[in-house]
């Protein structure tokens, strides 16, 4: 079951680190996009979301996908990237229970990929969390 965090540990019982994300944070007004870091983390997003998020941890793991959980549109939203051609793309975003994102939400998550794709050039630097370069 992907909601025992147990699963999620190592012999020692250390959380497993999950491969450092594209992006470290993102912001651009008052709409805010923060990575989820942990295990944990991914478990408390998917139960305060009332989605399956947990069952996407073996491919953070494994680096193929991070996730994201953010406050956009004044909605929250949960958020799955992966490496795409030129960058990343969002996979898949839902707000609470697997309901689809409104259309500013879906505009904020366009201009999310944007960041995304400017990599270094952005300001996302570790453990900062910088205004959107193209942000309003």
Known sequence: DGKDLSRWVDA???PLPFPDPPCLGWRSGNDEI???RTA???LAEGARMR???ASRIPDVLAGKAFLYHGEVAGKPLTIQIE???GGYRVTEAKTSA???PRPAQKRMLAEFVAHL?????CGCAPGDLKEDAVGR
């Open 98 to 100: 697997n309901s689809e």
């Open 34 to 36: 923060v990575p989820l």
């Open 83 to 85: 490496p795409a051609f």
């Open 40 to 42: 944990e983390e991914v």
């Open 117 to 121: 794709r400017m990599g270094e050039r």
């Open 51 to 53: 989605n399956c998020v």
């Open 12 to 14: 020692d019982g250390k």
